[in-house]
């Protein structure tokens, strides 16, 4: 039951901006403890919302949802707040009380502070300099409260307050009544969606011009977060109408011509039909323009190549392809010798003095692909895309891969920092964005590009769909690898049947592909998972069940979702856990973090918890090492005994335990077989048989709306991309 107390802070056990624990004094007298997502200081008087709960170590503490701040309204509450705040440098407690004493009143010193300095100077004979600074922290920190009071009326926790004060100051107030769509602007985190709540609840219209124009910037936003570079005008009206419910007739004329400004200021952008942002619109015209240039450029290698002996036909072209042009892509399912024809080209590569940068988009698959050169007999290290470029978080610092066109030095060791080819594989990970990125570096007078991916994946988490436009339309030379090599295995050998959309069924006495499929409800599939995966995983397969195993799931919700198998996972092992984490918990880190060296989908082990509230686990990431990941960070770390074949993709694992169920309708093809192929030497297909025949055979390959691909099919498109089409 949601409670509030007021009251003052007596003590903080721990306080940063971001979080505080501490102690309350009520009204009533009594002393509770508190904790928050909010900075404490000792001395305020505050009105904490929230709710009692009970932690296993502290007791009972008051939850703090949202608070608001007074001045404290005692003789001793304002000694305390004056002695004890942080912001008031040089008022200790004695100094505090002659203060306080002087005045009559909470709003009698609030004016001596404010108005009559000199006058507190003459009677108190407290130095200048320390009642100017008093005076100086006393406004600043006033004006911020009262922001805070106001802010908190409309239901905003603390951290998202600091987060606006941090950003607009106190004239947050004034932007807030004026447009307050603005602050989606200004305020990273806040969407059109958490700024509208704000913005209804202090009575701004709907069809306000700003709530307008912030909707419609808001649906084009969405549609590059689903993956899509555009989206078509009248779809964008279609949507906007439904989000903006503006109650008029003439709602649609409305907001088209609202749309229409947007496209003439330049804050949206049209091609033809299509809408976006310039930044999406122009990124494509780049790629576009330098596979136009570069795409057919032929530049064969100086050296002879070795031999074609023990390549297939395919291969054979690929390898050949990737020697005579600038751009080259090789795509090709599990078990067709993708990385073996990669390890013969580094090698022919390397014989002809060539320098070779080897990358791809998450550590995890560099680390996969320089071990599996490793085993070809060939040392070389392989970088993410985003370490190559020197990627900080904020900048690419990377100029150029390329050797300067008056570099008389070409490859050797004498030119560390270029490179004659460039090679990256998992390139179906690879969005638009990064692909501009790694495209603007390379001068392709001298240095060649080897795109390697497998297009029957699932497409880049980011917009944008390179690989599959590349090969849809042939925009560079491309060779496609369709024949499973006998030595590939039955895993290999049945995952490719996925894509023909039948499910294999078990290997006989093989335990390397494994189908159960018995099962109708999700009940009984929790427990026949823990079941496997606790013992007969450990038992059979002599695995660890936790970091050589991976459950992968299409979903985040429901009974066989991410959330709730990885509840399920920590409590089986654990049992209560007390914070977010135990030690041993299996994590992934979900956000590049540039600070800690952690980079989004790496995963990694909890090996201790500080124990002071606050203070956060220490991971030891794969990769990385150890790591102290503060409570102010933690949202960036989930559990990772279930992930989604997405938040997998790049990785392998020992064994992967997939799961699919009638529940996951919309699992397709295209997801399942990214799933099965994320098993290294054994797959596990688990749920029941109509929802995994449903997946094989539901070949919904992902259509993304992409400038690449609209070009591609010169797709014709009306003179206004915002006519309404009623």
């Known amino acids: 039951m949601v409670e509030t107390i007021r009251g003052t802070v007596h003590r903080t056990y721990f306080a940063s901006p971001k979080f505080s624990a501490g102690v309350l004094h009520t009204e009533a007298g009594e002393s509770i403890r508190f904790r928050g997502a909010f900075c404490a200081s000792e001395g305020e008087l505050v009105t904490l919302v929230g709710r009692w709960r009970h932690d296993p170590k502290y007791g009972e503490q008051f939850s703090v949802d949202s608070l608001s701040y007074e001045l404290p309204d005692s003789p001793e509450g304002l000694i305390q707040y004056l002695a004890k705040h942080p912001a008031f440098v040089g008022i200790g407690e004695g100094t505090a009380r002659k203060i306080v004493a002087h005045a009559a009143s909470a709003s009698h010193l609030d004016r001596l502070i404010r108005q009559d300095i000199p006058e507190l100077h003459r009677q108190l004979r407290i130095p200048r300099a320390t009642l100017e600074s008093l005076r100086e922290a006393w406004i600043a920190h006033s004006a911020e409260n009262e922001v805070r009071t106001y802010l908190a009326s409309f239901g905003l926790t ?159 072209e690929a390898y050949q392809a990737a020697l005579r042009h600038s751009i080259v892509v090789i795509s090709g399912g599990a078990g067709t010798g993708k990385t073996y024809v990669l390890g013969r080209l580094t090698r022919t590569f390397q014989e002809a003095g060539l320098r070779v940068a080897l990358c791809s988009p998450t550590g995890k698959a560099a680390k996969r692909i320089e071990e599996s050169l490793q085993q070809q007999g060939l040392s070389l290290e392989a970088k993410t895309i985003h370490r190559l470029l020197e990627y900080d978080g904020q900048t690419f610092h990377r100029e150029s891969l390329s050797h300067p066109s008056d570099d008389p030095q070409r490859g050797g060791a004498d030119n560390d920092d270029a490179f004659d080819v460039v090679i990256v594989d998992e390139v179906s990970m690879v969005d638009v964005v990064l692909m501009a990125e790694l495209l603007r570096r390379i001068d392709f007078a001298r240095t060649r590009l080897v795109l390697v991916g497998d297009h029957n994946q699932l497409p880049p988490v980011g917009p944008g769909n390179v690989l599959r436009d590349i090969i849809a339309h042939r925009l560079v030379p491309t060779v496609i690898l369709n024949e499973v090599v006998r030595q590939a295995g039955v895993l290999k050998s049945n995952s490719m049947d996925v894509l023909s959309g039948r499910i294999a069924p078990t ?35 002599e695995l660890d069940p936790i970091h050589d195993v991976q459950i992968l799931t299409p979903t985040h919700l429901g009974p066989l979702g991410t959330k709730a198998i990885n509840q399920m996972m920590q409590h089986l092992l654990h049992g209560e856990v007390p914070r977010k984490f135990a030690v041993d918990d299996k994590v992934i880190q979900t956000y590049n973090d540039y600070g800690l060296g952690v980079m989004n989908g790496t995963i990694g082990r909890v090996v201790a918890i500080e124990g002071a509230p606050g203070g956060g686990y220490w991971i030891d990431f794969d990769g990385v090492g150890e790591r102290l990941v503060k409570d102010e960070q933690i949202h960036n770390v989930q559990l990772a005994y279930a992930l989604t074949a997405h938040k997998a993709q790049g990785s392998e694992f020992s064994c992967a335990v997939v799961l699919c169920h009638r529940s996951h309708f919309f699992a397709d093809r295209n997801w399942l077989y990214t799933a099965v192929t994320r098993a290294a030497r054994y797959c596990i297909l688990l749920g029941d048989r109509w929802g995994l025949q449903n997946a094989a055979k539901k070949n919904d390959t992902i259509k993304r709306r992409t400038f690449l691909d609209l070009w591609a099919k010169k797709d014709a498109a009306p003179a206004s991309p915002l006519e309404a089409t009623a």
């Not at 018995?518 to 007969?536: E, G």
């Open 158 to 316: 603390h951290h998202q307050m600091e987060t606006l004060l941090a950003a607009l100051g106190t004239g947050v107030v004034g932007t807030l009544r004026t447009d307050p769509y603005q602050l989606i602007r200004y305020v990273p985190g806040y969407g059109f969606k958490k700024v509208d709540k704000i913005a209804r609840a202090m009575g701004t219209p709907k069809d306000h011009v700003g709530r307008i124009e912030a909707g419609l910037q808001y649906i084009v936003s969405e549609e590059i977060a689903s993956g899509h570079t555009w989206i078509s005008g009248a779809q964008l009206l279609d949507k906007a109408n439904d989000l903006l419910l503006l109650d008029t007739l003439d709602s649609r004329d409305v907001i088209q011509a609202v749309g229409e400004r947007l496209l003439r200021e330049g804050t949206l952008v049209a091609e033809g039909s299509a809408v976006s942002t310039s930044r999406f619109l122009e990124t494509e015209q780049f790629i576009q323009s330098v596979f136009t240039q570069f795409g057919r450029l032929e530049r064969p290698i100086e050296t002879a190549p070795s031999p074609l002996s023990g390549l297939r036909v395919k291969q054979a």
């Open 507 to 541: 290997a006989g006495n093989d335990p390397a592909w494994t189908v159960v499929d018995a099962f109708q409800d999700p009940q009984p599939i929790q427990v026949y998972l823990r079941d496997l995966v606790l013992d007969k995983i450990p038992l059979r397969l």
